[in-house]
C-alpha cells in the first residue's frame, strides 16, 4: 500500500476579514500571515502538487493537519475544495491542526465542512476515526483546541486517548497508521508549541503498539522512532506542503510503501524544485535500516 503523506498547507490567498473577525486571536495570526504566510504560498505550488501526488499513484492520501491559517469562514470552504482536488473522500483523510482550530468554534466548523474526510467506516465523524483498507487501519487523532493568541500548543485529551487505545489494541491485525498534527514528543515540539500531553499519548502509541505514525506542525522533514512491542515504529514529520522555501524548508510531501505482508515500510521523501516548480525525489530509504 502506498500512502502519500501531506501536511500544513496553511491555503491562501486568505478571504479579506472583517472588522469583527479580527477582534480575537485572529488579529495576530492575520499580521503574521500579510508578514510571512502570504508570500510563502503560491497557486502554482499547490498545482504542482496536486499533479505530482496523483503521479504517484498513491493507494491513500494523509493530510495531517493546519489546511488553513486563522480560521476564517471562507478558509473552510477552500480546503474542501483542495481536498476534493486530491482525491475522493474514501482515498483522502485529514486530521485537524492548531491552525484549523484558532478561534473558539473552528475546530467544529472544520469538522463539519471536512467531514467526509474525516469520518469512520462507520460513516460517523468523531476522533479518533479509523478507516480500514487492505490490511492497514488509518487513524485520525485530533490535537485541536482553541488557545490564547501566541499559543500552538494542541491537546489530544484523556476521552481520545482512551479511545486510541481501544483502537489500537482492537486491530492487531492490521498495520497500525496513526495521523496526527502535533508530534508526540517532548523533544520535537515544546513550550507553546506543544503537544501538551504528549506524555501520555506517546504511551498509548507504544503500549498500543502503533506502527507508524504521521505528523505535520513543525515545516520540517523529521524521522524518528518510537518502542512498542512490535519494534521501533517510524514517526514521520514533513515540511509544509506549500511552502516556497523563504520562511521554511522547501515544500515536500512523503510517499510511504507497506509492505503488509512483511511488514517493510519504504520511506521516499519529495521536495520542490525551482525554478521550474517540480517534485523530485530527495531520498529513499528503507525504515527497518534506520531504527535502532
Ligand atoms: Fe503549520
Ligand atoms: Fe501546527
Known amino acids: 500500500m502506498r500512502i502519500a503523506h501531506l501536511s500544513d498547507l496553511h491555503l491562501g490567498p486568505l478571504p479579506r476579514p472583517t472588522l469583527g473577525a479580527l477582534l480575537s486571536k485572529r488579529a495576530f495570526g492575520y499580521a503574521n500571515w500579510v508578514r510571512n504566510r502570504g508570500r510563502a504560498l503560491s497557486g502554482s505550488i499547490l498545482e504542482a502538487l496536486v499533479a505530482d501526488i496523483a503521479a504517484q499513484r498513491p493507494d491513500h492520501i494523509c493530510v495531517t493537519g493546519d489546511l488553513i491559517n486563522i480560521a476564517l469562514p471562507g478558509e473552510f470552504t477552500a480546503a474542501a475544495q483542495f ?152 514517526v514521520i514529520g514533513v515540511p509544509s506542503a506549500s511552502s516556497d522555501g523563504s520562511h521554511h524548508p522547501m515544500a515536500g510531501y512523503a510517499l510511504i510503501d507497506i509492505d503488509t505482508d512483511s511488514l517493510t515500510t519504504n520511506l521516499t521523501r519529495r521536495t520542490l524544485s525551482m525554478p521550474d516548480a517540480r517534485f523530485v525525489t530527495v531520498s529513499s530509504i528503507d525504515l527497518a535500516d534506520h531504527a535502532r
Not at 91 to 110: E, I
Not at 145 to 156: C, D, E, I, Q
Not at 175 to 204: E, Q
Open 83 to 234: 481536498l476534493a482536488a486530491l482525491g475522493p473522500p474514501d482515498k483522502v483523510s485529514c486530521v485537524l491542526g492548531n491552525h484549523d482550530a484558532y478561534v473558539p468554534g473552528a475546530a467544529a466548523h472544520a469538522a463539519e465542512v471536512w467531514a467526509p474526510y474525516m469520518s469512520g467506516d462507520d460513516g460517523r465523524q468523531r476522533f479518533p476515526y479509523v478507516r480500514r483498507r487492505d490490511r492497514v487501519a488509518l487513524i485520525g487523532v485530533s490535537t485541536a483546541v482553541a488557545t490564547p493568541p501566541l499559543s500552538a500548543r494542541g491537546r489530544v485529551g484523556a476521552t481520545q486517548c482512551e479511545a486510541l487505545g481501544n483502537l489500537l489494541d482492537r486491530n492487531d491485525a492490521y498495520y497500525k497508521v496513526v495521523m496526527i498534527h502535533h508530534p508526540p514528543d517532548g523533544a520535537l515540539a515544546s513550550g507553546h508549541r506543544a503537544l501538551a500531553d504528549y506524555r501520555r499519548v506517546r504511551a498509548v502509541l507504544s503500549e498500543g503498539c502503533a506502527d507508524l505514525v504521521l505528523h505535520g506542525h513543525n515545516h520540517t522533514a523529521t524521522l524518528t522512532f518510537l518502542n512498542t512491542p512490535r519494534g521501533e515504529a517510524p
